[in-house]
Protein backbone atom coordinates (compact mmCIF):
# COMPACT_ATOMS: atom_id res chain seq x y z
CA UNK A 1 0.00 0.00 0.00
CA UNK A 2 1.49 3.72 -0.91
CA UNK A 3 1.89 5.13 2.27
CA UNK A 4 0.84 8.96 2.95
CA UNK A 5 3.49 11.49 3.12
CA UNK A 6 3.90 12.64 7.06
CA UNK A 7 3.15 16.06 8.42
CA UNK A 8 6.47 16.75 8.12
CA UNK A 9 7.12 16.47 4.48
CA UNK A 10 3.80 17.80 3.49
CA UNK A 11 3.64 20.71 4.76
CA UNK A 12 3.46 23.79 2.70
CA UNK A 13 3.52 23.00 -0.77
CA UNK A 14 5.18 19.37 -0.65
CA UNK A 15 3.28 18.04 -3.47
CA UNK A 16 4.75 20.12 -5.59
CA UNK A 17 8.10 18.60 -3.94
CA UNK A 18 5.87 15.02 -4.64
CA UNK A 19 5.39 16.07 -8.39
CA UNK A 20 9.09 17.21 -8.91
CA UNK A 21 10.96 14.01 -7.10
CA UNK A 22 8.42 11.81 -9.71
CA UNK A 23 9.39 13.84 -12.69
CA UNK A 24 12.76 13.50 -11.96
CA UNK A 25 12.37 10.12 -11.59
CA UNK A 26 13.74 10.00 -8.04
CA UNK A 27 12.17 6.69 -5.43
CA UNK A 28 9.85 8.01 -3.22
CA UNK A 29 8.92 5.08 -1.27
CA UNK A 30 9.62 3.05 2.30
CA UNK A 31 13.11 2.50 2.87
CA UNK A 32 14.68 0.21 5.98
CA UNK A 33 18.13 1.77 7.12
CA UNK A 34 19.61 -1.90 8.43
CA UNK A 35 22.90 -2.55 10.61
CA UNK A 36 24.60 -2.02 7.41
CA UNK A 37 24.35 1.86 7.81
CA UNK A 38 26.55 2.99 9.98
CA UNK A 39 25.60 6.30 12.34
CA UNK A 40 28.23 8.80 11.53
CA UNK A 41 26.23 12.29 13.43
CA UNK A 42 23.66 12.59 15.36
CA UNK A 43 22.69 16.39 15.96
CA UNK A 44 19.16 17.73 17.64
CA UNK A 45 17.52 17.79 14.43
CA UNK A 46 18.75 14.91 12.42
CA UNK A 47 20.95 11.08 11.93
CA UNK A 48 23.26 11.09 9.63
CA UNK A 49 24.22 7.41 8.40
CA UNK A 50 26.69 6.65 5.90
CA UNK A 51 25.93 3.16 3.54
CA UNK A 52 25.35 1.85 -0.26
CA UNK A 53 22.34 2.70 -1.93
CA UNK A 54 22.15 0.54 -5.15
CA UNK A 55 26.02 0.07 -5.29
CA UNK A 56 26.92 3.86 -4.68
CA UNK A 57 28.47 4.86 -1.74
CA UNK A 58 25.25 7.50 0.18
CA UNK A 59 24.20 8.92 2.45
CA UNK A 60 21.32 8.61 5.07
CA UNK A 61 19.63 11.42 6.31
CA UNK A 62 16.63 11.44 8.98
CA UNK A 63 15.40 14.59 10.34
CA UNK A 64 12.01 16.34 11.35
CA UNK A 65 12.40 19.21 8.69
CA UNK A 66 12.40 18.61 5.05
CA UNK A 67 15.41 19.77 3.25
CA UNK A 68 14.56 17.88 -0.10
CA UNK A 69 12.94 21.18 -1.56
CA UNK A 70 16.19 23.79 -1.64
CA UNK A 71 18.22 21.23 -2.82
CA UNK A 72 16.28 20.44 -5.88
CA UNK A 73 15.99 24.11 -6.62
CA UNK A 74 19.78 24.52 -6.38
CA UNK A 75 20.52 21.43 -8.74
CA UNK A 76 17.91 22.17 -11.32
CA UNK A 77 19.87 26.10 -11.25
CA UNK A 78 23.57 23.91 -11.95
CA UNK A 79 24.48 24.76 -8.06
CA UNK A 80 26.29 22.09 -6.52
CA UNK A 81 24.32 19.47 -3.77
CA UNK A 82 24.21 16.19 -3.26
CA UNK A 83 21.95 14.26 -5.79
CA UNK A 84 18.98 12.69 -3.96
CA UNK A 85 18.77 8.97 -4.60
CA UNK A 86 15.62 8.25 -2.72
CA UNK A 87 12.94 9.71 -0.11
CA UNK A 88 10.89 7.87 2.61
CA UNK A 89 8.17 10.15 3.41
CA UNK A 90 7.24 8.05 6.59
CA UNK A 91 10.36 7.79 8.06
CA UNK A 92 11.29 11.40 7.22
CA UNK A 93 14.30 9.55 5.43
CA UNK A 94 16.81 10.78 2.73
CA UNK A 95 19.10 8.82 0.92
CA UNK A 96 21.58 10.90 -1.43
CA UNK A 97 24.55 10.46 -2.74
CA UNK A 98 27.79 10.70 -0.64
CA UNK A 99 29.97 13.65 -1.27
CA UNK A 100 34.25 12.97 -1.06
CA UNK A 101 34.74 11.66 2.50
CA UNK A 102 32.39 14.15 3.86
CA UNK A 103 35.17 17.09 4.32
CA UNK A 104 33.74 20.17 5.03
CA UNK A 105 35.12 23.95 3.90
CA UNK A 106 35.31 24.54 8.00
CA UNK A 107 37.99 21.98 8.49
CA UNK A 108 39.64 23.20 5.07
CA UNK A 109 39.80 26.85 6.03
CA UNK A 110 41.13 25.05 9.88
CA UNK A 111 43.86 23.46 8.29
CA UNK A 112 44.34 26.53 6.39
CA UNK A 113 44.93 28.77 8.74
CA UNK A 114 47.48 26.56 10.68
CA UNK A 115 49.96 27.80 7.23
CA UNK A 116 51.95 30.58 7.32
CA UNK A 117 50.65 32.71 4.60
CA UNK A 118 47.17 31.59 3.80
CA UNK A 119 46.03 34.91 2.55
CA UNK A 120 45.55 33.93 -0.91
CA UNK A 121 43.77 30.85 -0.52
CA UNK A 122 41.20 32.29 2.28
CA UNK A 123 40.79 35.34 -0.33
CA UNK A 124 40.07 32.37 -3.09
CA UNK A 125 37.81 30.99 -0.96
CA UNK A 126 35.70 33.90 -0.40
CA UNK A 127 35.53 35.00 -3.89
CA UNK A 128 34.00 31.09 -4.36
CA UNK A 129 31.44 31.82 -1.58
CA UNK A 130 30.21 34.93 -2.86
CA UNK A 131 29.96 33.26 -6.73
CA UNK A 132 28.43 30.09 -5.09
CA UNK A 133 25.48 32.56 -3.18
CA UNK A 134 25.07 34.80 -5.62
CA UNK A 135 24.13 32.37 -8.31
CA UNK A 136 21.91 30.43 -5.69
CA UNK A 137 20.09 33.49 -5.18
CA UNK A 138 20.04 34.58 -8.49
CA UNK A 139 18.55 31.38 -9.25
CA UNK A 140 15.33 32.50 -6.48
CA UNK A 141 16.28 30.00 -4.14
CA UNK A 142 18.32 30.63 -0.54
CA UNK A 143 19.87 28.11 1.35
CA UNK A 144 18.60 28.54 5.08
CA UNK A 145 21.61 27.81 7.04
CA UNK A 146 24.97 28.93 5.76
CA UNK A 147 27.71 28.00 7.54
CA UNK A 148 31.09 26.49 6.59
CA UNK A 149 29.88 23.29 8.23
CA UNK A 150 27.22 22.78 5.89
CA UNK A 151 29.54 22.80 2.79
CA UNK A 152 31.23 20.24 1.90
CA UNK A 153 34.35 20.20 -0.98
CA UNK A 154 33.72 17.32 -3.55
CA UNK A 155 37.13 15.46 -4.70
CA UNK A 156 37.92 18.72 -7.27
CA UNK A 157 37.88 20.87 -4.34
CA UNK A 158 34.61 22.37 -5.26
CA UNK A 159 32.25 23.32 -2.95
CA UNK A 160 28.86 21.30 -2.44
CA UNK A 161 25.68 22.70 -0.34
CA UNK A 162 24.36 20.60 1.88
CA UNK A 163 21.71 20.38 4.95
CA UNK A 164 18.98 23.07 3.54
CA UNK A 165 16.81 24.49 6.16
CA UNK A 166 13.09 24.37 5.54
CA UNK A 167 11.29 26.57 2.73
CA UNK A 168 12.00 26.73 -0.67
CA UNK A 169 9.65 29.21 -2.76
CA UNK A 170 10.22 32.46 -4.30
CA UNK A 171 13.19 33.85 -2.18
CA UNK A 172 12.75 37.50 -1.41
CA UNK A 173 15.00 40.62 -1.24
CA UNK A 174 15.16 40.24 2.63
CA UNK A 175 15.56 35.97 2.90
CA UNK A 176 18.62 36.23 0.22
CA UNK A 177 20.01 39.24 3.01
CA UNK A 178 19.39 36.77 6.23
CA UNK A 179 21.00 34.28 4.56
CA UNK A 180 24.41 36.08 3.87
CA UNK A 181 24.02 37.98 7.77
CA UNK A 182 24.03 34.30 8.82
CA UNK A 183 27.10 32.89 6.88
CA UNK A 184 28.75 36.37 8.12
CA UNK A 185 27.70 35.98 12.15
CA UNK A 186 28.90 32.23 11.08
CA UNK A 187 32.10 33.23 9.85
CA UNK A 188 33.05 35.87 12.43
CA UNK A 189 32.33 32.88 15.65
CA UNK A 190 34.35 29.94 13.84
CA UNK A 191 36.95 31.82 11.68
CA UNK A 192 37.56 35.57 13.07
CA UNK A 193 40.74 35.51 10.69
CA UNK A 194 38.23 35.23 7.86
CA UNK A 195 35.74 38.31 9.13
CA UNK A 196 38.23 41.17 7.36
CA UNK A 197 37.66 38.92 4.15
CA UNK A 198 33.74 39.50 4.36
CA UNK A 199 33.58 42.52 2.19
CA UNK A 200 35.42 39.71 -0.92
CA UNK A 201 32.57 37.30 -0.33
CA UNK A 202 29.99 40.54 -1.29
CA UNK A 203 31.80 41.92 -4.19
CA UNK A 204 32.02 38.25 -5.42
CA UNK A 205 28.33 37.90 -4.67
CA UNK A 206 27.24 41.49 -6.60
CA UNK A 207 29.05 40.40 -9.41
CA UNK A 208 27.20 37.08 -9.73
CA UNK A 209 23.63 38.88 -9.23
CA UNK A 210 22.48 40.61 -11.42
CA UNK A 211 19.62 41.96 -8.21
CA UNK A 212 22.18 41.93 -5.82
CA UNK A 213 22.06 45.73 -5.09
CA UNK A 214 18.49 45.25 -3.51
CA UNK A 215 19.88 42.23 -1.16
CA UNK A 216 22.33 44.40 -0.04
CA UNK A 217 20.58 47.07 1.03
CA UNK A 218 18.59 44.94 2.92
CA UNK A 219 21.85 43.17 4.41
CA UNK A 220 22.66 46.34 5.73
CA UNK A 221 19.21 46.54 7.68
CA UNK A 222 19.77 42.99 8.55
CA UNK A 223 23.31 43.62 10.48
CA UNK A 224 22.21 47.14 12.02
CA UNK A 225 19.02 45.01 13.76
CA UNK A 226 21.44 42.01 14.83
CA UNK A 227 24.00 44.62 16.32
CA UNK A 228 20.36 46.52 18.07
CA UNK A 229 19.85 42.83 19.05
CA UNK A 230 23.47 42.35 20.49
CA UNK A 231 23.47 45.45 22.06
CA UNK A 232 20.04 44.63 23.91
CA UNK A 233 21.73 41.51 24.92
N1 LIG B 1 26.02 14.00 1.09
C1 LIG B 1 26.97 13.88 2.00
N2 LIG B 1 28.18 13.35 1.65
C2 LIG B 1 29.16 13.21 2.55
N3 LIG B 1 29.06 13.54 3.85
C3 LIG B 1 27.89 14.06 4.27
C4 LIG B 1 26.78 14.27 3.38
N4 LIG B 1 25.76 14.80 4.08
C5 LIG B 1 26.20 14.93 5.35
N5 LIG B 1 27.48 14.49 5.47
C6 LIG B 1 28.33 14.47 6.68
O1 LIG B 1 27.52 14.55 7.84
C7 LIG B 1 27.76 15.78 8.54
C8 LIG B 1 26.46 16.33 9.06
O2 LIG B 1 25.54 16.53 7.99
P1 LIG B 1 24.45 17.69 8.00
O3 LIG B 1 25.10 19.01 8.06
O4 LIG B 1 23.53 17.42 6.86
O5 LIG B 1 23.69 17.36 9.34
P2 LIG B 1 23.53 18.14 10.75
O6 LIG B 1 24.31 19.40 10.76
O7 LIG B 1 23.73 17.15 11.82
O8 LIG B 1 22.03 18.41 10.60
P3 LIG B 1 21.05 19.47 11.23
O9 LIG B 1 21.69 20.81 11.12
O10 LIG B 1 19.90 19.28 10.31
O11 LIG B 1 20.79 19.02 12.64
C9 LIG B 1 28.44 16.70 7.50
O12 LIG B 1 29.26 17.66 8.11
C10 LIG B 1 29.24 15.71 6.68
O13 LIG B 1 30.47 15.41 7.29
MG1 LIG C 1 24.98 20.69 9.27
Not at 20 to 42: P, S, Y
Not at 105 to 112: D, G, R, S, V, W
Not at 125 to 139: D, P, Y
Amino acid sequence: MPSRPSRAMTEGSEKATMRALKKMGIKTCAFHLNNDWELVRQGAEARVYKGSYEGRPSIAKQRLRSEVKRNLKCRTAGILAPEILMVDVDQCTIIMEEIGNGRTLKQKIKELEKDSNPADELKQICSNLGHLIGKMHEAGTTHGDLTTSNILLNPNGEMVLIDFGLGGGEASAEDKAVDIYVLERALAATHPNMEPLIPDIIDSYCKNNSKAAEVIKKLEDVRMRGRKRSMVG
